[in-house]
């Protein structure tokens, strides 16, 4: 069964960068699509970022020219770069795996979430 666990949350200043990384047990990641949700304190959680099998990436319009996806075979992890934070980036970030390989199916396979504090 796959298992995802984020890691590389912390706290940083605004305008910083962070690289969050989302590591795969019990199945290749390449096989699958990896989304990144962001969920703000008091918010629903959105949708950030996704990489398909196919290695096509997906970013929403608020982090394009901040946030870069990619993924690392090797490592069966998914990392999510992260430059030019701003205060409303902060929150608890979750990885989660789509078994077709598809950003637009279902995400089944969930993290525990690592937690992004941005200081203004």
């Known amino acids: 069964q796959l298992q995802l666990v984020e890691s590389g949350g912390g706290l940083v200043q605004s305008g910083g960068s962070l690289t969050l990384s989302c590591a795969g047990s019990?199945?290749?990641?390449?096989?699958?699509?990896i989304g990144w949700w962001h969920q703000a304190p008091g918010q629903e959680r959105e949708g950030v970022s996704c990489?398909?099998?196919?290695?096509?990436?997906y970013l929403i319009d608020s982090v394009k020219g901040r946030f870069t996806i990619s993924r690392d075979s090797a490592k069966n992890t998914v990392f999510l770069h992260m430059d030019n934070l701003k205060p409303e980036d902060a929150g608890t970030y979750y990885c989660a795996a789509e078994v077709f390989g598809s950003c637009e199916g279902d995400f089944g396979a969930w993290g525990q979430g690592t937690q992004v504090t941005v200081s203004s």
């Open positions: 990489i398909n099998s196919d290695d096509i990436s």
């Open positions: 019990g199945g290749a990641l390449d096989a699958y699509a």
